[in-house]
Structure formats: structure tokens, C-alpha cells
């Protein structure tokens, strides 16, 4: 059973270019969440998403952010007009199950998101 | 608002020692607490997850224990060797998100 994939491990925008994230939770799952690690900061929470639902949004930023996960596909965290205050690591998680706190969150190796 | 903090902030110890982590968080309303491990570069490892009907879990040479009343966790590593270098970050669950420390960073030398 593979783990939480992300791809691009790495990806260089310019400020102004769009940036996309993908997500493939492990086989089974069907909750995902998305983390932002700022240099030299915590993780915190940005979106929860279920099959074609966003759960929570309330950690993603008001403009410019935004997550979906289709029926069919991976989880794409999108960024338009990215700025150099968006390099960071992000981070997705998935789950069997959601809410209520009673599963491990697995976590992906991260996409490190470097904005020249 | 929850708030989690790490104490210490970074910690180097000779191999062979015992060690303690904190954790300690504001609000107790919490449905479980995590301990993940992070390698530079790297995602997150889930070491152990305490559900808040819990007191303690352990695996291997790593116990962790949780008071959710004084809102405090506390991940004890044994017999430490390098390989246990890393960052410790725990998290605590408020329904549906986590929310993480900041980490502790340890350096386990020979």
C-alpha cells in the first residue's frame, strides 16, 4: 500500500505564475488535508477536503488559495499569483476517516514551493 | 484558540541518554494528541497517537503519556542513538485539523 504521494517535490515559480499541488492520498482513504510549513515556522492547517467537498477551509488564506478533490484524481492545491511569501513547504495528509480525531493523519513528503 | 508549545526548543545529548520531551496545549477539549517525527527535508513520521480517553502509548524505545486535564504530553525516548536525530513535533486534534508545536530539535551525538 503506497503512501500519501505529493508531486512536484520541488517547484520554482516566478512571482506572478500560477502553482499547482497534487495529492494522492493512500488507497483507501478519502479525507484530505493540507499543511503549509513556513521557513523556520510550525505546520499549520490550511483546507480538510472529502471526495468532491471542502470540509474546512478556515486556515487558507482569503485570496489567491484555493483546494479541490474530485470525484476522480488527485487533490490540487492551487496558488495564483504567487509571491515570495508563499515559499514554504506543503504538506498533505489523509486519512480513512474524518473528524472527530480518531485516525492518524498520514503525511506525504511535501512539496517545497520556492517563489523567485 | 489552541495553542501548542514544545519545551526546549532544541536539545543535544551524548548517545545512551534517557530523554523527555514536553507539550503542553491550552485548551483540553482535544480529541487526540500525535507525535510525528521530521527529518530535514523530509515529511512527517507518525511515532504515536494518544486518544484522549488515554494515559499512554508506547512502541519500542518511545512511551508517551497524556494529561489532558493539565493539558500536558510528554514523549520519553530511551537508550538514545543517533539515529533518533530529527525534529519532534507533537500535534493535538481539534476535530477535523491538527494543531502542531513547534517542534523540538534533537541532535543525538556518539
Known amino acids: 500500500n503506497a503512501g500519501v504521494m505529493q508531486n512536484p517535490r520541488h517547484l520554482v515559480r516566478r512571482r506572478g505564475q500560477e502553482a499547482r499541488l497534487r495529492c494522492s492520498p493512500m488507497?483507501?482513504?478519502?479525507?484530505v488535508y493540507w499543511y503549509r510549513q513556513l521557513p523556520e515556522e510550525g505546520l499549520k492547517f490550511m483546507v480538510y477536503l472529502q471526495k468532491e467537498n471542502i470540509i474546512d477551509e478556515s486556515g487558507m488564506p482569503k485570496e489567491r488559495f484555493s483546494a479541490e478533490f474530485p470525484k476522480e484524481g488527485p487533490s490540487i492545491l492551487r496558488i495564483q499569483q504567487v509571491v515570495r511569501g508563499d515559499s514554504a513547504a506543503y504538506f498533505c495528509?489523509?486519512?480513512?476517516?474524518?473528524?472527530?480525531?480518531?485516525?492518524?493523519?498520514?503525511f506525504g513528503p511535501g512539496t517545497r514551493l520556492t517563489v523567485l | 484558540k489552541q495553542e501548542v508549545t514544545q519545551i526546549p526548543a532544541a536539545l543535544s545529548v551524548p548517545e545512551g541518554e534517557n530523554l523527555v520531551l514536553n507539550c503542553s496545549f491550552t485548551?483540553?477539549?482535544?480529541?487526540?494528541l500525535q507525535w510525528f517525527r521530521q527529518d530535514p527535508g523530509k515529511g512527517l513520521t507518525s511515532l504515536l497517537l494518544i486518544q484522549s480517553s488515554q494515559r499512554e502509548q508506547t512502541s519500542g524505545r518511545l512511551n508517551a503519556s497524556l494529561d489532558k486535564s493539565s493539558g500536558r504530553s510528554t514523549l520519553y525516548i530511551a537508550a538514545s542513538q543517533p539515529g533518533d536525530s530529527a525534529t519532534y513535533l507533537c500535534?493535538?486534534?481539534?476535530?477535523?485539523?491538527?494543531?502542531f508545536g513547534t517542534g523540538t530539535r534533537l541532535q543525538v551525538f556518539p
Open positions: 488507497k483507501g482513504h478519502s479525507h
Open positions: 485548551d483540553s477539549a482535544i480529541y487526540n
Open positions: 500535534a493535538v486534534c481539534n476535530t477535523d485539523k491538527l494543531i
Open positions: 495528509a489523509s486519512s480513512p476517516r474524518g473528524g472527530f480525531g480518531t485516525d492518524t493523519q498520514y
